[in-house]
Antibody, heavy 121, light 109 residues
Framework: EVQLVQSGAEVKKPGESLKISCKGS????????IGWVRQMPGKGLEWMGI????????RYSPSFQGQVTISADKSISTAYLQWSSLKASDTAMYYC??????????????WGQGTMVTVSS | DIQMTQSPSTLSASVGDRVTITCRAS??????LAWYQQKPGKAPKLLIY???SLESGVPSRFSGSGSGTEFTLTISSLQPDDFATYYC???????????FGQGTKVEIK
């Protein structure tokens, strides 16, 4: 079964760093891009960026460029989303998702279960 | 960047109703459009890709149409399981990222 399993919920203070993960299984992890999507409380979906684990080619939405870092470790089939200094406005549910084909420009047919990040003093 | 605008934002309907949701792109995206369903506390689920192709396992009461800048998602006969929020997403290869529409919540009338 193709699946993406994300790390658990996090509660952090403003200014702290954080790295959340997304582990792929059931398919060739290095052949498909992995994207990240933000959903703030009660709001819609926002495309953040996408990485190709095969060579770590990464593309960011202009809205998120410089705000987060997307990375991957192909040896353990895991993609990451990290922050160096969290803000209260980073409080959101974060989903990883896989495009249906080996191109970054495709619909997401596989989604992780989401990781809730809460940033509060 | 390509902007996606959905309408309406909220829709009240009854079981058995025919429901139509519209999504407009700020520039042509050919047929590079997907529709997702999201229920509270759950990840989105792909319903339609390439504007009109039904994802495997999705009931045939869901259909999509359109090309260029105007798209629709139609539910032919609303079922109790269909009350949810629906999002469109463009994934045109010439745009940096797959922009989502703001969502349409389908509520029980």
């Amino acid at each position: 079964e193709v699946q993406l399993v994300q790390s658990g919920a996090e509660v952090k203070k403003p200014g702290e760093s954080l790295k959340i993960s997304c582990k792929g299984s059931g398919y060739s992890f290095t052949s498909y891009w992995i994207g990240w999507v933000r959903q703030m409380p009660g709001k819609g979906l926002e495309w953040m960026g996408i990485i190709y684990p095969g060579d770590s080619d990464t593309r960011y939405s202009p809205s998120f460029q410089g705000q987060v870092t997307i990375s991957a470790d192909k040896s353990i089939s895991t993609a990451y989303l990290q922050w160096s200094s969290l803000k209260a406005s980073d409080t959101a549910m974060y989903y990883c998702a896989r495009p249906a084909t080996v191109t970054p420009h495709d619909a997401f047919d596989i989604w992780g279960q989401g990781t809730m990040v809460t940033v509060s003093s | 960047d390509i902007q996606m605008t959905q309408s309406p934002s909220t829709l009240s309907a009854s079981v058995g109703d025919r429901v139509t949701i519209t999504c407009r792109a700020s520039q042509s995206i050919s047929s590079w459009l997907a529709w997702y369903q999201q229920k509270p506390g759950k990840a989105p689920k792909l319903l339609i890709y390439k504007a009109s192709s039904l994802e495997s396992g999705v009931p045939s009461r869901f259909s999509g149409s359109g090309s260029g800048t105007e798209f629709t998602l139609t539910i032919s006969s609303l079922q109790p399981d269909d009350f949810a929020t629906y999002y469109c997403q463009q994934y045109n290869s010439y745009s940096p990222g797959g922009t989502f529409g703001q969502g349409t919540k389908v509520e029980i009338k």
